[in-house]
């Protein structure tokens, strides 16, 4: 049985400096990379028999940690929820480029109803449904408060925080100091080699279109 409400807290604050434009807005199929990666979180966080709209409204949440150009990823965001239950909350303190203030950010704005929460890159478009399911499923089995996807015995995203472990995590100087300190309970799942791409230059986003083609 479900423990629970699930969201998804997309870190989506990035300046896009090495990409040269904001690369959440760019185009991925008939959506663009945050719409992509909008929808896979979705699918995985529902039930794979809900529709659209109203009925995942219901079920789960995603909050979408906005910061560079804000305003162009904000409207994006807007148009998203017309068919996601996505919003978005933005990060002030941003600009120092540091990944620590976005989650800070977004677990303080989750719906206090949301027991775990997957911790998603707004630009890892290529990440696969099957391993974005295989991370929740895990959760509804186990239970486990801390889940991370793997391949090749490395660590990718979107990994799985429980709630009773989110002032720890907010606290923490960093994501991989806090993860370290609690090495013995996380459950590592086997996932494809999607959890760990990401874009951070016109390189990796021409090749990542190549092969999503």
């Known amino acids: 049985m479900e423990p629970g409400k699930l969201g ?3 870190l989506a604050a990035g300046m896009s400096r090495r990409m040269g434009q904001p690369k959440l807005l760019l185009p991925w ?3 663009t990379v945050l719409g992509q990666v909008v929808s896979t979180l979705a699918a995985a966080l529902t039930d794979e028999t809900a529709n659209l709209g109203a009925d995942r409204r219901l079920t789960a949440e995603l909050l979408i940690v906005t910061g560079g150009a804000r305003e162009l990823v904000e409207a994006e965001v807007a148009r998203l929820a017309e068919n996601f239950p996505v919003r978005a909350i933005f990060n002030e303190q941003h600009e120092a480029g540091e990944m620590m203030s976005s989650l800070q950010t977004g677990l303080a704005g989750l719906d206090s109803q949301v027991a775990a929460t997957l911790i998603a890159l707004g630009d890892q478009p290529q990440l696969s449904l099957d391993s974005a399911r295989r991370v ?9 408060r801390l889940i991370i996807p793997s391949f090749s015995q490395r660590r990718g995203h979107p990994w799985l925080v429980g709630r009773a472990l989110w002032d720890e995590l907010g606290a923490a100087s960093t994501a991989r100091n806090f993860l370290n300190a609690h090495a013995d309970e996380i ?3 086997d996932c494809d080699e999607s959890v760990l791409k990401d874009l951070d230059t016109p390189e990796d986003y021409a090749q990542g279109l190549q092969m999503a083609g």
Do not use: I, R
Request: hydrophobic letters at 55%; glycine letters at 12%.
């Open 29 to 31: 199929g008939e959506l």
């Open 136 to 144: 929740v499923t895990a959760w509804k089995t186990s239970g486990a």
């Open 8 to 10: 998804a807290l997309v």
């Open 187 to 189: 459950l590592y799942v």
